[in-house]
């Protein structure tokens, strides 16, 4: 009876391989691992600081207030009475939406400094294993690599395995802004790379903002390296679900209150940062976004994308040699991202991706992809190359 079943029932048999898909990753990935070492959690410690805190006689907002809150009250402060909030509680001010962006950058830049300070102490603590020290020299290295020079970084929290982001550009004049949004495994750790630069979420952004400086010169950009939510760890059961997605999408929207009403918003989202840019996007700020770009998308929790309610414009790319596209596009009971992006059923406008190198190559330099990326960036629809020469931007200015 259930093999018949089976047999007349194609749905059941797509869902089942799922499945089974699904267990065999589990059985060679295992499940998510957070780090194992430290248990302080220094951002905790300083947003309970900040609770009863004061500025003069004022107390001081909700860090979960909306952004335009928080906005309105350092609007209100002296200069000094800001930079002394931000020496004070780093970790708050920070990562607080609303606040302003050059004090976001030096809030995060003595952050990074304390937390440099304390994982060097680690490095030579007895409290550790051998691997766990070794991580901490790592993260020592990371430190050191984002205080250099004037990088401009616009939230920091090592809790954890750590998040991070990054803007490239002056986020303050920019006319246009985009967010890349990465996948899999991404912490403070790989938020950027030696080897293969723009495999990485650092590298993909200054890949984009390069390229987008030369196809435009004089023109007012800016990009965020935005690893700023909890990402799967490997290719196990969490990346097989929606709730990181679903969790960083509400990050992702909290960004996006916060950055400058002028600009124009495009999000470039990798793999299962796919599925957070789907999930997220029904709830975007209308007439923000005007271009959704996924790439190398295992699905985007939806079955077309009208489905996902946005204004934007909806792209979508994989390269021939992306491992991605072996991953079944269905969802059943909670497993599985739905529809492939780039299928004609799914209705995104399909771009070229030739050159792409693989499932992390697509920011890669002199790539079609990386071309069409800042084509999209910078709203010069007409230069993007359309997928085996399709006619893919009929009806857009």
Known sequence: MTLLYMRMNPTAVRALLALSVV??????????????????????????????????????????????????????????????????YPLVVGNLNGAPATLRYLANRRALTEARTAEAALVRSDRLTPAGRQNAGQLVERYDSLLTGDRQILAFDPTGTGRAAEVLGDLDTAGRVSIVVPGVDTDMLSFERENKPYSAPVGMADQLYDAEQAADPGARTAVIAWADYTTPAGVGLDATIGADAEHGAVRLEALLDSLPRRADVALFCHSYGSVLCGVAAPDLPRGRVSDITVFGS??????????LHTTAHVWAARDSSDWISDVPHLEFAGLGHGADPVSDSFGARVISAAGAIGHPGYFAPGTTSLANFAEIALGDYAGVACRGGDNCTAGLD
């Open 23 to 88: 267990f065999v990753m589990l059985a060679t990935t295992g499940w998510t691992a957070v780090r194992p070492h430290g248990v302080d959690d220094p951002r905790a410690a300083s947003l309970s600081a900040w609770v009863s805190g004061k500025i003069g006689a004022r107390k001081l907002p909700d860090p979960a207030a909306a952004p335009g809150v928080i906005a309105r009250f350092f609007a209100s402060l002296t200069s000094a009475q800001r930079h002394s909030l931000a020496e004070r």
């Open 298 to 307: 295992p699905g985007m929790r939806a079955r077309h994308a009208s489905d």
